[in-house]
């Protein structure tokens, strides 16, 4: 548009948040006027949704980002700043990173094809007999059988990190180098490498090198954390009850958090959260408001279940 | 490490997960979201209205220059496109077909406020020029729009309308009869008439 066409100067203050209360007023209004059976259908889709969360919670990945949303066939996506989840046509889901831009093609239940352009995606690729599912970026191929691990697309590099299962890594242009800066103790890996969980390859993207191998270095658990802690999102409360913030941390969270009884479920919350972050709440809940946390481990998950002392006000 | 954070901080917002419903950039065409939304996505539904929240907040803030009435007529607009995107022939002409419910729902809005201002249920609210129009508007662009908007107050609704359409968002006649729902020959009369106004208005 003409940066002088007269519109431009009569324009609304429409600020991010003021475009998110229009939409969830527009959605509650939307679903209070479905005809009362599909509501049912509704819940039951949720309820389902839901369990099948709780037993995702169970993998590595799974239950963090935003919510996921089904790809057509062939598509198109790019995120700015913010990141997105998205489930392909085998089940399969996918996360971008911010910034990331990705083509989809082939998106059918026998067959994945992604093209990483740019930025970085992790997959969560649920085992199927018969299935391919491959990866390129920059000239580096990655077939996962059933699996989840994240490709970052850099300048220089190409990075494979495996948090489940394995990955055959190749390049489809040329030859694949090591890394430059290797950390330490790296495992030499045969062509086409097979990269196995708890590992990270590093593939050099210049021509130059392509008589060298792959090589494949292994993370710590907190290396892989910290390398894919874009994917936990952030939880934003203003005087919010924590009657109604538990909810939304458990969706996110690996800790899951009960509540004594109604009295510390009216304990308010301000600030952002990020959504795995959990101690950090419970310690402000503890000193800020009198919180009682008694924390429960259960295989993988832990609880922390929140009470109040019986004489103290809210 | 995992970053931790937690910020507590006091001014408002909103209880949702922060940046993380949006798509953005060349993601699916209109119609791929069109064809989803009918089929019940609601992430779909979420993603037109995102992608065109602005355009039509803008359309109706232009129209109906006065905060509550857009947020009014942005949801009352999208809520009558996603009930009817079955009648949509063309899904790839989403953006156009929404501008069109948000200039008739605007038209409807404005008859209602003048049918309550009669009746003594709502005072006359004029428009403050000052509020309206941006201040970085070039000298001329700014002396249009507020002789625009320093009579549209006055001027029938339809009137009122094909104005902005045509002085504002710069339509032609044929683009402002479908937006309208209206022949152009009515068009070009309900032009003819508003404009008359504005050049007495300059003249004065």
Avoid at chain 2, 76 to 92: C, H, I, K, M, V
């Amino acid at each position: 548009m003409n940066s002088n066409h007269p519109s431009r100067f009569v324009e609304p203050d429409l600020s991010e948040a003021r475009v998110t209360r229009l939409w969830l007023n527009v959605a509650d209004r939307l679903e209070k006027r479905r005809p009362p059976m599909l509501r049912w259908l509704a819940v039951g889709v949720a309820a389902l949704a839901l369990a099948g969360g709780g037993l995702l919670l169970t993998r590595q990945f799974s239950g963090f980002g935003s919510p996921e949303r089904a790809v057509l066939a062939e598509a198109k996506l790019e995120t700015a700043s913010d990141t997105l989840a998205v489930t392909l046509g085998d089940g399969s889901s996918v996360h971008l990173a911010s910034r990331t831009r990705v083509e989809v093609h082939g998106n059918q239940p026998s067959s994945v094809a992604l093209a990483l352009h740019r930025g970085e995606l992790v997959c969560d690729v649920p085992h199927r007999e018969g299935r391919s599912f491959t990866v390129t970026a920059g000239g580096v191929e990655v077939r996962a059988v059933g699996t989840a691990f994240a490709v970052q697309l850099e300048t220089e590099q190409v990075e494979v990190l495996v948090t489940e299962g394995r990955v055959a890594v190749e390049r489809t242009s040329s030859e694949v180098l090591p890394a430059s800066s290797q950390p330490a103790d790296p495992i030499q890996a045969p062509a086409p490498a097979i990269v196995d969980a708890g590992r990270q390859m590093v593939v050099a993207r210049e021509a130059s090198a392509r008589t060298k191998g792959l090589v494949a270095a292994e993370l710590t658990a907190s290396e892989i954390d910290a390398r894919l802690a874009w994917r936990v999102p952030r939880l934003d409360f203003t005087r919010t009850p924590l009657a109604e913030a538990v909810p939304l941390i458990n969706r996110h969270s690996r800790v899951r958090v009960t509540l004594g009884d109604s009295t510390v479920g009216s304990v308010r919350l301000s600030g952002i959260l990020q959504a795995d972050n959990i101690e950090t709440l419970v310690r402000l809940l503890e000193a800020e408001h009198g919180v009682t946390a008694e924390w429960r481990g259960v295989g993988a998950v832990s609880y922390t279940h929140l009470t109040l002392p019986t004489n103290r006000e809210v | 490490m995992t970053v931790l954070s937690f910020v507590p901080r006091t001014e408002s917002m909103t209880l949702t997960p922060a940046k993380q419903q949006t798509k953005s950039g060349s993601g699916p065409t209109d119609a791929a979201l069109v064809v989803a939304a009918r089929a019940g996505d609601a992430w779909a539904r979420e993603a037109l209205f995102r992608r065109y929240a602005r355009l039509a907040a803008g359309l109706a803030h232009r129209i109906l220059p006065f905060d509550s009435e857009v947020d009014d007529l942005v949801q009352d607009s999208f809520l009558y496109a996603f009930e009817r995107l079955g009648t949509l022939t063309n899904p790839q002409a989403f953006q156009s077909w929404l501008s069109s419910i948000v200039v008739r729902t605007a038209g409807k809005r404005l008859r209602r406020r003048r049918l309550q201002v009669r009746l003594g249920l709502r005072t006359n609210q004029p428009i403050d020029l000052d509020e309206v129009v941006s201040r970085t508007a070039p000298p001329d662009i700014a002396a249009e729009l507020r002789a625009v908007y320093g009579i549209v107050e006055r001027l029938p609704v339809e009137e009122r309308v094909a104005l902005i359409l045509r002085r504002v968002e710069r339509l032609e006649i044929s683009e402002i009869a479908l937006q309208m729902g209206l022949s152009v020959s009515t068009v070009k009369r309900r032009l003819s008439a508003a404009e008359a106004r504005l050049d007495r208005a300059r003249n004065r």
